[in-house]
């Protein structure tokens, strides 16, 4: 009997000495990684309207005096290249919001969808344009006033 403990108590300290320490638990701290602060950043919180559409007029972009080591082309004066950009920013600033002006202003499809009558059956195919929206042309291609309304490549 002495010898069976024995023989169990070493067969015991051999196989807990090639089994797997078991590792204390680790204190998990939550770190973000430099990657995720850098994509968590908000670069625009203090002027967070700053890239909206149509903010471009709150922006100083308009452009500035030609001094005197500046550029001018050939031909012109200082004075007479700068009241030309300046034109030419005016132009831009104009259609600029012109295009802003037109900001949300569309067709909603559903509702052309539905009043084209195209949800059920196929009798929009039996209408005028198949339920296309007719629009105004330049000229009129019917017809009846060719000589009034002549388009220009026509001799």
């Given at each position: 009997m002495m010898k069976s403990v024995a023989f169990l108590v070493a067969l015991l300290a051999v196989a807990s000495a090639f089994a797997p320490n078991n590792a204390s638990p680790r204190t998990s701290v939550a770190v973000n990684s430099l990657f995720d602060d850098i994509v968590n950043m908000d670069l625009w919180k203090d002027q967070s309207d700053r890239n909206k559409y149509g903010a471009r007029a709150s922006k100083n972009l308009t452009p500035k005096d030609i001094g005197s080591g500046g550029y001018v082309p050939d031909g012109l004066s200082a004075s007479e290249y700068n009241s030309i950009r300046k034109n030419e920013a005016a132009k831009k600033a104009a259609n600029y919001q012109r295009n802003v002006a037109k900001a949300g202003k569309f067709q909603d499809f559903t509702d052309f969808y539905l009043r084209r009558g195209t949800s059920e059956g196929g009798s929009w195919l039996k209408k005028d344009g198949r339920g296309h929206?007719?629009?105004?042309?330049?000229?009129?291609?019917?017809?009846?006033?060719?000589?009034?309304?002549?388009?220009?490549f026509e001799a």
């Open positions: 929206d007719f629009v105004k042309t330049k000229y009129d291609w019917s017809g009846k006033s060719i000589e009034d309304n002549k388009p220009f």
